[in-house]
């Protein structure tokens, strides 16, 4: 795509996110990595701005070390998602374009669940086929406060440590805040984060903690479609 053309894919992707409920209010932000021919650099949603109601025009414009050219002020994670984008470039799994929501049923998992915090541990067990080849992995990241560079540094750790284990991941959790979701384009991104959502909806009404996958039928969707757990 053109930068333009990115410019309005961002712009209908934030619309359909917050028709549907996936944002609120002034929540969430959306990223893009522009290839080199170009010119290299970032396109990413303002601050505080409503992503039901963007105007391409709007989207901040920064290089590719992050200092902003044009558009309205950058989202504060502007950071995050350029650790996300320098990480998995570097683990050999380049993302182009990352995703960041409240998610409501994702957030609510975060506050209902217990968690030994000394560690890498994930949100959610493997309960679904679709889950697991469509979403994957998802590490759950402690609390930080919005735009920590502290933050940035456990998902780039997070997403190390998966790699070396041959996992790409697709995201992660932040606690309190919500998910970082990423892919080879925003409509991909997209897809992968409604099936998150759902999964974690599907967690927050079953009345007991639902049974995960057996090992065979985890092992079937690994030989059959490619699916990596």
Known sequence: MTESQLRDEICRVGASLFARGYVHAT?????????????????????????????PSQLALLTSDGQQVAGDRASKTIALHRRIYETTAATGNAATCVIHTHSTHLVALTLRRERDRSEVVELIPPITPYFVMKVGHVPWI????????????????????????????????????????????????????????????????????????????????????????
């Open 142 to 229: 402690r609390y930080h406060r919005p735009g920590a560079e502290s933050a940035a540094n456990d998902v780039a750790s997070a997403i190390t440590q998966y790699a070396q284990r041959g996992l790409n991941l697709r995201a992660v959790m932040l606690d309190r805040l919500g998910p970082n979701v990423w892919h080879n384009s925003l409509a991909q991104a997209m897809a992968t984060l409604e099936e998150l959502e759902e999964t974690a909806k599907l967690m927050c009404l079953s009345p007991c903690p639902p049974s995960e996958l057996s090992a065979a039928s985890l092992q079937e969707l690994q030989d059959t479609f490619g699916a990596s757990w």
């Open 27 to 55: 929540a969430g932000n959306i990223s893009v990595r522009l290839n080199e021919d170009q010119g290299g650099g970032f396109l990413i949603t303002p601050t505080d701005a409503c992503l039901g109601y963007l105007e």
